[in-house]
């Protein structure tokens, strides 16, 4: 049993003990709970880490892979720049098992309206090629910049030639079947990109295209259809288009028909000297195979100097 005398000297030696204690152990704790707040990607993104580490299903981590992670560029966004300030979901007031979500989701199962979603990476990404943004079809049609591109990984498919094409496929059907004719861009193999020819974030041009007319957009690898020619094929000059379906066809040179079937649509039979070329016929023998391009081989635009009716015909 203890003397009362002593009762005083053990509770000071407690006491002594205690703020021992207490001035030792509060740093180390302190140290632990910032080490658990440390910043492992982007700047302030401690409050978000702790709890998104790499062992995620949806890795969160990778953005550091990627040009959003780039903590050397003054330009480099944070979690919440992004995903909002989120005070609920990280602070979980109501303490429940499932927090709150953040107060802007990305991707397509998001409650966040698109717009909305868009607005965040708008906030950086104004102008350059996507100064057409406002108004495209795309926009018009609600498709949220998420529904497209991979934000959290280093190998975002739509900047991927290999891949791009079936990500621009989960909503153009039609081009997915188009590409697998026999005559088609090498779009598959990746050597032209739905990309070379459109600007899916909006253009001046029809369809998305990169310039302002098919032509000119044609022109950028077809260059030896441009021209100039002393006699113009009005419509190669109007749209490649009229005669092509650059997705691909089952007939030679992506034509739309074959000929003379194509060319018929705007001559009419009766303008071939009053005669419509008959297979059957021996004097229309040269119209088999090939048909009308037997003898026009130069169809896109001629350069015959003379004033004659097989110079203005696109004769070789």
């Known amino acids: 049993m203890t003397k009362p005398h002593r009762l005083p000297l053990l509770l000071g030696q407690a006491l002594l ?3 021992l204690l207490m001035f030792f152990l509060a740093p180390a704790a302190l140290a632990q709970q910032e080490r658990e707040y440390e910043d492992l990607a982007l700047t302030g993104d401690g409050a978000c880490t702790r709890c998104h580490d790499e062992l995620e299903y949806v890795p969160v981590l990778s953005i550091a892979k990627t040009a959003h992670g780039t903590v050397a560029d ?3 966004p944070t979690c919440t720049s992004c995903h909002g300030a989120s005070t609920a979901h990280i602070d979980n007031p109501e303490g429940t098992s499932v927090r709150p979500p953040v107060d802007r989701l990305f991707g397509l ?3 966040t309206p698109v717009h909305e979603q868009n607005s965040a990476c708008l906030d950086c990404h104004q102008g350059g090629e996507r100064i057409h943004w406002q108004g495209s079809a795309h926009d018009s049609n609600e498709v949220a910049c998420a529904s497209c591109h991979e ?8 900047r991927d030639r290999q891949e791009q094409a079936e ?3 989960a909503c153009h059907q039609e081009q997915r079947m188009e590409v697998t004719r ?3 861009h090498p779009i598959p193999e990746g050597k032209v990109i739905c990309s070379d020819c459109h600007n899916a974030h909006g253009t001046a041009g029809p369809k998305l295209l990169t310039r302002d007319s098919v032509t000119d957009t044609c022109y950028q690898c077809h260059a030896e259809k441009r021209g100039p020619f002393i006699w113009n ?4 000059n109007e749209d490649c288009s009229n005669c092509h379906n650059p997705h691909g066809t089952n007939v030679a040179g992506m034509l739309k028909w074959r000929t003379p079937f194509l060319c018929q649509q705007c001559h009419e039979p009766s303008t071939h000297q009053t005669n419509i070329p008959d297979l059957d016929d021996t004097r229309f023998a040269a119209a088999r195979a090939r048909s009308c391009l037997n003898c026009h081989t130069n169809i896109h635009g001629g350069n015959s100097p003379t004033e004659s ?3 203005r015909a696109f004769f070789r």
Do not use: I, M, W, Y
């Open 182 to 184: 026999f005559s088609r």
């Open 17 to 19: 003990a205690s703020l």
């Open 167 to 169: 990500v621009c496929f």
């Open 233 to 236: 094929h009005q419509p190669v």
């Open 74 to 76: 003054g330009r480099t």
């Open 309 to 311: 009716s097989r110079a």
């Open 151 to 158: 934000l959290h990984t280093q190998d975002d498919k739509v």
């Open 109 to 111: 199962a998001s409650d």
